[in-house]
């Protein structure tokens, strides 16, 4: 009884897939083309279709690396994906597995950025109506940034050069890394359960991933739902983030903030000197009239006490010696903080600590490496032994041991009848060795084959 020749489409499909398997150009391979059909799942996988001007190819990738994705992909965008090509057997259909996407011809971050920023432009976060103004004397003001850094120096050093009366907490933050977004937002939330006036958020400038904390979406929802007036202040004068359009305020810099958030100590004490100015005017012209009432007065009846016509300018002296000494304590005040901050700086200049850095990133650098060797290794080994079973299964040899024989005349492979005559002299090679053999009759299973009679 002969056997079934027909396969079931499971055991098709699944000898396609191990061909699929076997092949290592599918396990990694770069492909560029245009979305279409993108749907993202609520479990964070991305199903689309990458297509070009002939072809298209469906893909997925899977939430583990999806997650990855700094933009939101959408259908009409052209990526760079990097994945492998296999099998779904439920479907027998062949897919792309992306490991990795990026935006081709614009960088993910900004791309990314301009998405959020259109996303909530549209929902009026950025509306100015929604902008709070800022106490004019503030008491209580509170900085999110990070506890060490110019930034945070910068801060609290202007706010307490302009405006000394206020009290200034500072709510040490993470502004960068994975972690950043969620504790600035945390840092927020608790400024707005203490009775604070003011909140700046930010910190110092860097690249676009350094700053990228500040724009998540979670960092400008909770500036948006905080009831303290935010300043903003990330970055240089020429770094703009999301949470710059939330916030109530933007200032250009952490030290523009601090000048925002308060009055100015040297304009105060111009307007109280303008305002004594007047106040004096005001004064010598009452002085006067008082004067000529008693010039009258003198002229009938002698003053009683002199000496009070020159008590206002004893005061004044005494007013003018109390404000230079403050000024001089201030003054000593500002040179001492000035050499505060260069020792700092210099402390933070010592080669030693510069030297120490350096062998750490070699160390980590060496480890990388001696992972990413081994890996290597790893791979081509078992790229190898697949190689290796593949051409096991398919050598002659194996065929042989199953019965099968190659027939040879004058070495050359003889695989028709038709090509031998009675009395040939042949060699017939068998899986343990060869067999010398005479033809002696020759047969043909078919009509219209040609035979020696």
Do not use: C
């Not at 993108?38 to 997925?60: C, E, M, N």
């Not at 009846?301 to 300018?313: K, M, S």
């Not at 697949?386 to 050598?395: E, G, H, N, Q």
């Amino acid at each position: 009884m002969t056997a079934d020749p027909y396969l079931s489409v499971k055991a098709l499909t699944k000898y396609i897939k191990k061909k699929f398997d076997a092949d290592p150009h599918l396990r990694d391979v770069y492909v560029k083309g245009e979305l279409s059909n993108v749907k993202i799942h609520t479990s964070g996988h991305i199903y689309f279709t990458l297509k070009d001007q002939s072809s298209r190819l469906p893909g997925v990738m899977f939430a583990t690396a999806a997650k990855n994705v700094k933009f939101r992909p959408e259908s009409g965008m052209t990526v760079l994906i990097r994945g492998d090509v296999n099998v779904y057997e439920s479907s027998g259909q062949y897919q792309l597995y992306a490991q990795s996407m990026q935006a081709d011809g614009i960088g993910d971050y900004y791309l990314a950025f301009e998405q959020l920023k259109k996303k909530l432009e549209q929902e009026g976060l950025f509306a100015p109506q929604h902008k709070k103004q800022l106490p004019r004397f503030p008491r209580r003001i509170a900085v999110v940034t990070a506890q060490t850094g110019a930034a945070v120096r910068d801060i609290l050093t202007t706010l307490s050069r302009r405006y000394p009366l206020s009290e200034v907490v500072l709510i040490p933050t993470l502004v960068q890394g994975k972690e950043a977004g969620k504790d600035i937002v945390k840092s927020i939330e608790a400024a707005n359960r203490n009775d604070f006036d003011v909140l700046i958020v930010g910190r110092g400038g860097g690249s676009i991933e350094d700053l990228w904390a500040f724009n998540e979406e979670q960092v400008a929802r909770a500036i948006f739902q905080s009831a303290i007036p935010i300043i903003s202040a990330v970055g240089h004068e020429t770094d703009t983030t999301i949470a710059d359009f939330v916030a109530d305020l933007r200032a250009a810099t952490p030290t523009a903030a601090a000048e925002l958030a308060v009055p100015d100590r040297g304009e105060l004490m111009n307007r109280l000197m303008n305002a004594r100015t007047v106040l004096y005017r005001l004064t010598a012209s009452k002085i006067t009239d008082e004067r000529r009432s008693l010039k009258r007065l003198q002229d009938s009846y002698p003053l009683a006490y002199p000496e009070r016509l020159y008590r206002p300018f004893i005061e004044r002296i005494n007013r003018a010696d109390e404000s230079l000494q403050r000024e001089v304590g201030q003054q000593l005040m500002r040179r001492k903080d000035r050499f505060t901050r260069l020792e700092s700086q210099l402390q933070s200049r010592i080669p030693r600590d510069r030297i120490a850095k350096a062998e750490a990133d070699v160390r980590r650098f060496a480890g990388r490496l001696e992972f990413l060797t081994q890996n290597t290794f790893r791979t081509n080994a078992q790229a190898l032994s697949s190689a290796m079973r593949t051409l096991d299964a398919l050598s002659p040899l194996k065929i042989m041991d199953r019965g099968y024989s190659i027939t040879y005349q004058n070495e050359q492979v003889i695989n028709k009848a038709a090509a031998l005559n009675v009395d040939d002299e042949l060699t017939i090679r068998m899986s343990d060795g060869n067999v010398h053999a005479k033809v002696t009759e020759i047969n043909f299973e078919h009509k219209g084959e040609p035979n020696d009679g």
